[in-house]
């Protein structure tokens, strides 16, 4: 029953809308098979006319919060079909910490179970600023007592308005600060995450040459590309083979060594005609990195071979049903797809493919339920390139207990223990850890250390970097059940209501009125969250305990 179901509905074979296809689209191996699954659904009335029935939900995960806190809270209706349960005396919802955070009670125990703070009186502000939508200089000291959690600040004044508000604009000063002679780690869990969860920030601090920039993506990310992507970019590229238009093949040494040389040219081939509008040489770039990889997969010794095996290739995958656990040597050539689609993005900003690293680690095997880290594994790699590159700055993605794919978690705690590990052997205290986010959940502006201003120039590049080289997830196959669209124009709409959030606290003309361009340029703001080595080992640890580890 999605939202909007008919109370009195039999019990019938229906289709469900956008938000319940994403949900289920990690379940079911990708939006293409949830999108068009019928479901047998009982009707709501039906499933409480027995008032004796027992009704039992489970739901884990902050991402879950609002909607467990609409079922418990809300009266009966339709908008919220598992409200319903609330007419069973014998009903029951089981739910994690995080799934419960938005429930009136544990809010109400974040504010007192603990001493007030800074990050609790920030927190209480703005979220009643928002509620009555009005801006930090026009509160009134009334309008802080009359709420729930402003009255229970100390010593509650029209002062407490104005710290916060210096609290913001320092994190504002942060986030546009100037690094040098750093050494960045940035870690994703999948190729695109690092992009989506920190790209204006990493765009900026990259055009200093004093900073170093690596990127490592820990998972080879396979089960994103879909059957039909393949298959046209393998017909594509079978294609300009039988046209002659792949010179490399020529090469009389191309199948012994060839293949493997000057592979960053294909990224440059494929970029400079991004810049020039040519589809048909971005194809024949596609094409080449393509060959390459079935060269080194494969082992195929001529141009007969190649295309008999791209043929055989995509007669497998044609055959194949979407959400199937391909070969292990189809789901490397669709991994070694998206990390050339990594390769492109950070080409855009003249990092060389040296600099990329896929780690493929070992726990991401394309099964629905996979296996946790293991420290031969999937640490050591981790480890091995933290000692040879000895990064000042390591970023990763910081998603709270439940939220975002569950390689999130895993990757992060693979990170916390390679950290931990080298911690033993070297002095960390200097190192410091960016906790991001994406489209999977958000930072609250109270949680966050850093708040980075976004231009319509940084959306602008953002957005052509995505389209034009993460060809692959414009059309994601496990796309966020808040937003039918790409990744790319999600995280703009979250930058953007991240500023109209923290705005009411700020005032607009904190921004078009400002001394400062950049500031002057901002139409959305990027959160992140700055730890010590130390501070981030604890909260890893933290996350693992409420996940049951």
Not at 510 to 517: K, T
Request: hydrophobic share 35%; net charge negative.
């Amino acid at each position: 029953n999605v939202k909007g179901s008919d109370p009195y509905s039999t019990t019938r074979l229906t289709h469900t809308n956008f938000e319940t296809q994403a949900a289920a689209a990690g379940d079911l191996g990708g939006i293409e098979i949830s999108r068009h699954k019928p479901v047998i659904t009982i009707g709501l009335d039906t499933i409480t006319y027995n008032r004796d029935a027992v009704a039992i939900i489970f739901a884990a995960g902050e991402a879950k919060a609002q909607v467990v806190a609409d079922a418990l809270e809300k009266k009966p209706s339709n908008l919220y079909p598992a409200s319903v349960l609330s007419r069973l005396p014998n009903s029951r919802f089981y739910i994690t910490t995080g799934a419960a955070s938005a429930l009136k009670e544990s809010v109400h125990d974040y504010y007192t179970s603990t001493p007030w703070n800074q990050e609790k009186s920030e927190r209480a502000v703005i979220d009643c600023l928002n509620r009555i939508n009005k801006y930090g200089d026009k509160v009134t000291l009334d309008d802080l007592r009359n709420d729930e959690y402003c009255s229970m600040i100390p010593d509650l004044s029209l002062e407490v308005v104005d710290e916060v508000i210096k609290s913001i604009s320092s994190k504002i000063d942060k986030g546009t600060a100037v690094w040098s002679n750093e050494t960045f780690y940035h870690t994703g869990p999948h190729h695109d995450d690092i992009m989506l969860g920190l790209l204006p920030h990493i765009h900026r601090v990259s055009r200093n040459e004093t900073n170093k920039s690596h990127f490592a993506v820990m998972t080879s990310g396979f089960n994103a590309v879909t059957n039909a992507f393949l298959i046209n970019m393998l017909e594509q590229t079978l294609d300009l083979i039988r046209k002659g238009r792949i010179g490399m093949l020529q090469y009389t040494d191309f199948f012994e060594k060839g293949h493997a040389l000057k592979r960053d040219k294909d990224s440059y081939h494929y970029l400079i005609n991004v810049a020039s509008g040519n589809e048909q040489e971005r194809k024949r770039a596609f094409a080449h990195r393509l060959i390459r990889n079935f060269i080194d997969i494969w082992g195929v010794q001529n141009v007969e071979q190649l295309t008999a095996k791209i043929s055989e290739v995509i007669e497998i995958t044609r055959k194949s049903y979407d959400g199937e656990k391909m070969s292990a040597e189809i789901r490397l050539l669709k991994g070694m797809i998206r990390e050339f689609e990594e390769e492109l993005v950070w080409g855009f900003f003249g990092i060389r493919d040296t600099r990329i690293h896929h780690l493929r680690l070992g726990f991401y095997t394309g099964d629905i339920f996979t296996e946790r880290p293991n420290r031969e594994r999937d640490v050591e790699p981790i480890l091995h390139q933290l000692k040879e590159i000895k990064p000042t700055v390591i970023s990763l993605a910081f998603d709270p207990e439940g939220s975002g794919p569950d390689t999130h978690y895993k990757v992060l705690q693979a990170i916390a223990e390679a950290v931990r590990a080298w911690g033993e052997e070297e002095d960390l205290s200097h190192v410091k850890i960016w906790g991001y986010r994406n489209v999977w959940y958000r930072f609250h502006p109270a949680e966050a250390t850093h708040i980075v201003p976004v231009s319509l120039n940084a959306m602008g590049v953002f957005s052509n970097a995505f389209e034009n080289c993460y060809l692959s997830q414009v059309d994601a196959s496990f796309p966020s059940p808040n937003f039918d669209g790409k990744f790319s124009d999600l995280a703009k709409k979250i930058w953007v209501s991240q500023l109209a959030y923290t705005g009411n606290l700020l005032g607009k003309p904190f921004f078009y009125q400002n001394e400062s361009p950049r500031l002057r340029t901002t139409h959305g703001l990027l959160f992140f969250k700055e730890m010590s080595v130390e501070d981030f080992l604890t909260q890893a640890r933290e996350l693992e305990k409420s996940i049951g580890g």
